[in-house]
T-cell receptor, first 112, second 115 residues
Framework: KNQVEQSPQSLIILEGKNCTLQ??????????LRWYKQDTGRGPVSLTI?????NTKSNGRYTATLDADTKQSSLHITASQLSDSASYIC???????????FGAGTRLAVHP | GAGVSQSPSNKVTEKGKDVELRCDPI?????LYWYRQRLGQGLEFLIY????????KSGLPSDRFSAERTGESVSTLTIQRTQQEDSAVYLC?????????????FGEGSRLTVL
């Protein structure tokens, strides 16, 4: 069964610290993996999209990694800011017209 | 418009009433999706439109839910005889590519509360 599992479910860190969010998937075939940021009460916004051949992709203080062999991805946030408080959603596309598989998200709270 | 626009942003209704939610996708985007997000939960796929092709309705939870899209423009999601379990945020997204591989651009959602 195609699944995307994210961990931890929630995380609290202090402003300025780094953190890493995990995403494991059992989706086949595989086209790409995306990370979205969803602020409370807003729609998700894309952070990165990675295909099979990409190991790492950065977007400012956000760096996503992908290991297609182990079917694992991580999202690393550097020097966290209060505005990073949000849910981070991992989404896998099997490709073609197969539906996207969404993870349940990790809720991150950055405290001053 | 510059982004995906959804209306209303908030809707409070009484159980048993019908509601219509509207989505204006980004101009030129051929694909349009509706998702449901219950409080504290992940996104649930509802329906997918691609150009003039038959929509993928496989995610609609019951026959009380229906959606239409005119060409590659506005879409409306209709929920008939609303139930309290329908309370959720309904998110619309559009994508330039027809296949489920392109980047999705989400609207801000319509928050539905059924009393």
């Amino acid at each position: 069964k195609n699944q995307v599992e994210q961990s931890p479910q929630s995380l609290i860190i202090l402003e300025g610290k780094n953190c890493t969010l995990q995403c494991n998937y059992t989706v086949s075939p595989f086209s790409n993996l995306r990370w979205y940021k969803q602020d409370t009460g807003r729609g998700p916004v894309s952070l990165t999209i990675m295909t099979f051949s990409e190991n790492t992709k950065s977007n400012g203080r956000y760096t996503a990694t992908l290991d297609a062999d182990t079917k694992q991805s991580s999202l690393h946030i550097t020097a966290s800011q209060l505005s990073d408080s949000a849910s981070y959603i991992c989404v896998v596309s099997p490709g073609g017209y197969n539906k996207l598989i969404f993870g349940a998200g990790t809720r991150l709270a950055v405290h001053p | 418009g510059a982004g995906v626009s959804q209306s209303p942003s908030n809707k409070v209704t009484e159980k048993g009433k019908d509601v219509e939610l509207r989505c204006d996708p980004i101009s030129g985007h051929t694909a349009l999706y509706w998702y449901r997000q219950r409080l504290g939960q992940g996104l649930e796929f509802l329906i997918y439109f691609q150009g003039n092709s038959a929509p993928d309705k496989s995610g609609l939870p019951s026959d009380r839910f229906s959606a239409e899209r005119t060409g590659e423009s506005v879409s409306t999601l209709t929920i008939q005889r609303t139930q309290q379990e329908d309370s959720a945020v309904y998110l619309c997204a559009s994508s330039f590519t027809g296949q489920h591989t392109g980047e999705l651009f989400f609207g801000e959602g319509s928050r539905l509360t059924v009393l």
